[in-house]
């Protein structure tokens, strides 16, 4: 499997601000995916990060409010905007790897607090 | 579109004790992975299984696809299997994973 990490690893923020989360991956991947895990809940998909091109977002969750680059194969950030308290989630990238058919591993995460 | 429900919801065990954890699922998948995720919050993956019965150490996993639900056994459970346990399955025609509602496990000494 690949070393795939996330930046920050936590965060503390303010209402109205905005944070942008890195995902470096070590080797090259098919496919990498943003998930938000609010507190007791389940991972829910927020978007397909594509290459070179625009994100596919999952319903709910719209460019605006987290906008999604994918600069190369190993790289990928995700911005939360304009902050509300109901955004204090873990936020995790997850990636498929070249070659590893359709096994999905995830970074370490993001832990965001909105004040 | 497809629903994943495990059960139980929560489990309390007390060390050296045996446990399966349920994932049901509505619709037919092609794929579905078991993940752990610890108390620090870090997803650790268990096992990759569309069908069939895998095994690794005190853990093993058995996905019946055509009646739809995977079973994740643990034996012997030790105080470090303490986090939550998902599944999570791919269906035909797309790539994304979808989550299962969850089983939080906790071992006591």
């Known amino acids: 499997s690949a070393v795939i990490s996330q930046k920050p690893s936590r965060d503390i923020c303010q209402r109205g601000t905005s944070l942008t989360i890195q995902c470096q991956v070590d080797s090259q991947v098919t496919m990498m995916f943003w998930y938000r895990q609010q507190p007791g809940q389940s991972l829910t998909l927020i978007a397909t990060?594509?290459?070179?091109?625009?994100?596919?977002?999952e319903s709910g969750f719209v460019i605006d409010k987290f906008p999604i680059s994918r600069p190369n194969l190993t790289f990928s950030t995700l911005t939360v905007s304009n902050m509300s308290p109901e955004d204090s989630s873990i936020y995790l990238c997850?990636?498929?790897?070249?070659?590893?058919?359709?096994?999905?591993?995830f970074g370490p995460g993001t832990r965001l607090t909105v004040l | 579109g497809i629903q994943v429900e495990q059960s139980p919801p929560d489990l309390i065990l007390q060390e050296g004790a045996n446990s399966t954890l349920r994932c049901n699922f509505s619709d037919s998948v092609n794929n579905l992975q078991w993940f752990h995720q610890n108390p620090w919050g870090q997803l650790i993956n268990l096992f990759y299984i569309p069908s069939g019965t895998k095994q690794n150490g005190r853990l093993s996993a058995t996905t019946v696809a055509t009646e739809r639900y995977s079973l994740l056994y643990i034996s012997s459970s030790q105080t470090t299997d303490s986090g939550v346990y998902f599944c999570a399955v791919v269906t035909s025609g797309t790539y994304k994973y979808i989550f299962g509602t969850g089983t939080r496990l906790k071992v006591l000494a």
């Open positions: 997850s990636v498929i790897m070249a070659g590893v058919y359709n096994e999905q591993f």
């Open positions: 990060a594509n290459q070179g091109s625009e994100a596919t977002y």
